[in-house]
């Protein structure tokens, strides 16, 4: 399993908010690249970075940091946030960023969506999956939708994605743990590989997403709460 810290983008620097709550906003470090380099130290290979300014302007905006970090570290980044024109999925992808999380286009504009991923391959892409209650929400978790998570990921899936990010926004940022259930669910449900995100408090959590048989778990929080060392990380990814 991947393990993927997350890096959260608002005015170029590194953020968390709680359930998706602009206002909640705390800063963490005002250089995301000293960031991405300390993960890179203690052996992490993955990123998952997120412009939280894009995804409420519907636009990349923080295009410098994906420039940035994507060339002082080797990390493999995928990357979110406002992608809904392909101007801008290939800026990610010139920037360099490896992978594209497709979130609330693939709502709002499937056609789009699964062009997109014919031109540029399953390899590249990965879906987004964020709910509340169940129902996908789009924009940065902004803009509701009626559609049920499960029945989105399946057929997105049958349409040709092999991985999706999900995030139960009502555990994102909260520390309490994972939604467990919803993720079960998921994998018994498709052969997508999944991988988790929101809610992780401690490594306990990470075995656990582990055991249930996640492709990756996304943890944001927890790293710079000091819930979880990026020593713990290192010696779990030797374990893993």
């Known amino acids: 399993m991947k393990i993927i810290p ?56 923080n295009q410098k940091v994906i420039e940035n970090i994507a060339k002082k570290t080797n990390l493999i980044i995928d990357f979110g946030g406002g992608i809904r024109s392909e101007e801008d999925l290939q800026k990610a992808f010139d920037s360099g960023a490896k992978k594209v999380t497709l979130g609330s ?71 309490q743990g994972p939604s467990t259930a919803l993720y079960q669910e998921i994998i018994e449900n498709s052969t997508i590989e999944l991988i988790a995100s929101g809610g992780i408090s401690n490594i306990e959590d990470v075995q656990k997403m582990k055991e249930i048989g996640c492709a990756g778990t996304i943890i944001g929080k927890a790293i710079y709460e000091g819930r979880i060392s990026l020593e713990d990380l290192r010696l779990t990814i030797s374990d893993f």
């Open 105 to 175: 286009v693939a709502v709002v504009n499937p056609e789009l969506c699964l062009a997109w991923l014919e031109k540029f391959g399953a390899e590249k892409l990965i879906l987004g999956a964020d709910c509340l209650d169940r129902k996908i929400k789009t924009s940065g978790w902004l803009e509701n939708s009626e559609t049920d998570v499960v029945d989105f990921i399946k057929e997105y899936q049958k349409k040709g994605f092999k991985e999706v990010v999900c995030t139960d926004i009502s555990k994102d940022g909260m520390l």
């Open 6 to 61: 997350a890096i959260d983008i608002i005015d170029g620097k590194c953020v968390r908010l709680s359930k998706g709550d602009y206002d909640t906003k705390k800063i963490y470090n005002e250089n995301p690249v000293e960031v991405a380099k300390e993960f890179e130290d203690f052996g992490i290979q993955y990123l998952h970075l997120v412009d939280l300014d894009g995804a409420k302007a519907k636009k990349i905006i």
